[in-house]
């Protein structure tokens, strides 16, 4: 079934006759949704099956970010909420087998939850790296400063998702801890020396290079590239995302539509595809701005259809779980922190 190579939102809780016209006619790969998107688990539910109908393929990626924390689409009374990052990174600090099992259990309860929906990709892990300094948009968002501890905890995320038959997306590659900006206003800067990036922010990402899917950072790293951001920079996907990390799962970008990147939706997709994106992420639900990317989008061929298909292999049946005895262990786990024990 030949599709587009775009994922695509949509405005509200119910596809309008507009929306599946188009799904029909453009033929997106995915779909993501989004808060505005959800009210109780049987409309969800619903959507999730209209929306893979309209397109006539039942198995089309649904795509979700459900963090934990401030990023977390789901949320109560229907859904429970789950700790931030940060909360995996502290409790890694007093006990790094602890913290590693606390990341793993809230990742498999949150593919949990996504799997009675029929959501099947979660937009996780981060790997990004913050630093001092840096805009508050990654925050608490983050697993933690050190290279090497963040990469452990986002593996461990990662494995929490696949047990419970979610796809990952690593993000944001590759790095957006260094941003003094929130990608949703304007474009970050970041004039670091390129070693020091290989060891830090990097080096953060390198050990999941074999994760199926990953998401751009739309920051500019003028030590590879002074005027494009990663997104739409061919140097830094093929020197720094392909090269150096050695990523070669599918790389989807940010949203199109953050302020951050320049120019029109058009012009915007064409420079993502150009610089090697698989896919191009819409996410907004606006039908002229969606339509744009559409017109601009190739469909799903060559290295980008064989890696989209990959990561739907990806893909494992859920394992056996035992959700209300996970649960009380993660509040178990995480209940150490108020004690600093």
Request: charged share 20%; net charge negative; proline share 6%.
């Amino acid at each position: 079934m030949r599709s587009k190579a775009f994922i695509t939102g949509i405005a509200g809780t119910e596809l309008s006759a507009d929306e599946r016209a188009f799904i029909a006619t453009e033929r997106p790969w995915g779909f993501i949704l989004f808060k505005r998107n959800v009210d109780t688990p049987a409309q969800v539910t619903a959507l999730v099956e209209t929306l893979r109908s309209a397109l006539g393929d039942a198995d089309a990626p649904v795509l979700i970010d459900q963090e934990g924390g401030r990023v977390q689409r789901l949320r109560p009374p229907h859904w429970p909420l789950y700790p931030p990052g940060d909360a995996f990174g502290r409790l890694y600090d007093l006990d790094p087998a602890l913290g590693l099992s606390a990341a793993r259990l809230s990742a498999h309860l949150i593919a949990d939850d996504l799997l009675a929906l029929g959501i099947s990709v979660d937009c996780l892990p981060l790997a990004d790296v913050p630093v001092t300094g840096a805009d508050a948009v990654i925050g608490d968002r983050a697993y933690g400063t050190d290279s090497a501890k963040v990469a452990a905890i986002a593996r461990a995320v990662a494995q929490g998702l696949d047990e419970g038959g979610i796809l990952p997306v690593l993000k944001h590659i590759p790095g957006h801890g260094r941003a003094t900006a929130d990608t949703h206003y304007r474009l970050p800067m970041v004039d670091t020396p390129a070693d020091e990036l290989e060891r830090t922010d990097f080096a953060a990402f390198r050990p999941l290079a074999d994760l199926p899917m990953a998401m751009t950072a739309h920051v500019v790293f003028s030590a590879f590239d002074p005027a494009q951001p990663a997104t739409t920079s061919a140097r830094i996907i093929q020197q720094v995302i392909r090269g150096s990390i050695g990523f070669q799962g599918l790389l989807m970008s940010d949203d199109v539509s953050m302020n951050a990147l320049a120019g029109s939706i058009a012009e915007r997709t064409r420079a993502i595809v150009a610089a090697g994106c698989d896919v191009i992420l819409h996410c907004n639900g606006k039908l002229d701005e969606m339509q744009q990317v559409a017109g601009e989008t190739p469909e799903l061929a060559g290295q980008a259809l064989t890696r989209a298909r990959a990561a739907l292999a990806a893909r494992r049946p859920a394992q056996a779980f035992d959700r209300a005895a996970a649960r009380a262990e993660l509040d178990t786990l995480i209940g150490r922190l108020g004690a600093g024990a």
